[in-house]
């Protein structure tokens, strides 16, 4: 009998979920397609139309999270931000946030993350070069428009700003992957990435963001007074950024 199409949707869905509790569970190159199959209900055969080896199911996992920013940066840069590099910085929080809520996403990234060394993670690896190039092309162009509006501190190339942002982004992530979640990824990163994009701005600039959250609770008067106790320092030795507050003199 010929299977419709929503019945191979179905077997193909079936197969994928169960690859992932597998991959999640032992490993992929512990895992095997019999292993899959069973787990999934269906034969082997029914493994070999849909895919013909765990390298595939793997890359249909990989598939199944995207990152999100990519596209939500390219939308709203092509509407000219007035302040890309919060543009870059609310994203990239938001995107930490929906990591560290959304379980399917962390097994994905644990999986891929877990098989970097594998035969099976060289297409992926490939395709991931592919995809991080496109999205630091993106990031470039971000911190370009805002070196243009003389938001990107001159100790700045949009080059490294961009380069330095994706190293810390998986950094935080990857390690939080690898120590098996065992610190508050939204809440680090909550901390971390603001003082990363301090370093990027021209000094004296806030945040779009800041200021509007300051202005919409009746705060604006706090937020001018802020302004004036100082303005921040970027020293920059070699690969070594530090962030100096200068706090005004207590006597003036």
């Known amino acids: 009998m010929r299977r419709t199409k929503a019945e191979a949707a179905e077997t193909r869905t079936s197969i994928i979920a169960a690859a992932e509790k597998l991959f999640y569970e032992k490993g992929v190159a512990e895992t095997t397609l019999e292993e899959i199959a069973r787990e999934a209900g269906v034969t082997r055969g029914a493994i070999y139309w849909h895919f013909s080896n765990k390298g595939e199911v793997l890359c249909e996992l990989q598939k199944c999270v995207p990152l999100p920013q990519e596209d ?5 840069l092509q509407s000219n931000p007035r302040d890309p590099i ?12 929906l990591i560290a809520q959304d379980k399917r996403r962390q097994r994905i990234f644990t999986i891929l993350l877990r098989s970097e060394n594998t035969p099976e993670m060289e297409d992926i690896l490939e395709r991931q070069k592919q995809a991080d190039e496109v999205h630091c092309a993106t990031l470039i162009n971000a911190f370009r428009h805002a070196e243009r509006n003389g938001q990107l ?10 380069q330095t942002f994706l190293w810390t982004v998986k950094g935080l992530y990857g390690d939080w992957l690898r120590s098996g979640m065992r610190f508050d990824l939204a809440t680090e990163g909550g901390q ?4 990363l994009f301090a370093c990027f701005r021209s000094a004296g600039k806030k945040p779009e963001n800041q200021a509007r959250r300051a202005l919409e609770a009746g705060a604006a008067e706090d937020f001018v007074a802020d302004r004036a106790v100082g303005d921040l320092e970027i020293q920059h030795q070699g690969e070594i950024l530090n962030i100096v507050k200068v706090a005004g003199d207590p006597g003036s």
Not at 72 to 76: A, C, D, I, Q, S
């Open 153 to 162: 501190s001159d100790r700045w190339t949009p080059e490294a700003a961009a």
């Open 86 to 97: 919060s543009l870059v910085e609310r994203t990239s929080l938001e995107w930490l946030d």
């Open 72 to 76: 939500m940066l390219l939308r709203e």
């Open 192 to 195: 971390c990435l603001p003082r």
